[in-house]
Nanobody
Framework: QVQLVESGGGLVQSGGSLTLSCAASGNIYSTYAMGWYRQAPGKQRELVAAIHSGKLTAYGDSVKGRFTISGDLAKSIVNLQMNNLKADDTAVYYC????????????WGRGTPVTVSS
């Protein structure tokens, strides 16, 4: 069984910073990518940032230039540095892991809340 454990969420003022961390453990075949998604009340879950094997990264348009994803996929660890936070960043942030291979699976963490006060 694979578990993803997120940490680092909390309450911050607009313009502030937070760092989210996620560590995966369990029977992981091979990690192809890890990322962060978020879901605000009444909205669909959306991509925040992802990092793939080979260190390729992708970001949602609303966070480009403010958020930075980093990680060690060999250790199934990913971090998200969030700067210049805005009220619109308020959401529950979920860690995601995609395996590689013929029987690849996708795993999700339980989420960590981020609240940005204006």
């Amino acid at each position: 069984q694979v578990q993803l454990v997120e940490s680092g969420g909390g309450l911050v003022q607009s313009g502030g910073s937070l760092t989210l961390s996620c560590a995966a453990s369990g029977n992981i075949y091979s990690t192809y990518a890890m990322g962060w998604y978020r879901q605000a009340p009444g909205k669909q879950r959306e991509l925040v940032a992802a990092i793939h094997s080979g260190k390729l990264t992708a970001y949602g348009d609303s966070v480009k230039g403010r958020f930075t994803i980093s990680g060690d996929l060999a250790k199934s660890i990913v971090n998200l540095q969030m700067n210049n936070l805005k009220a619109d960043d308020t959401a529950v942030y979920y860690c995601n892991l995609d395996e590689s291979g013929p029987y690849a699976k996708e795993y999700w963490g339980r989420g960590t809340p981020v609240t940005v006060s204006s």
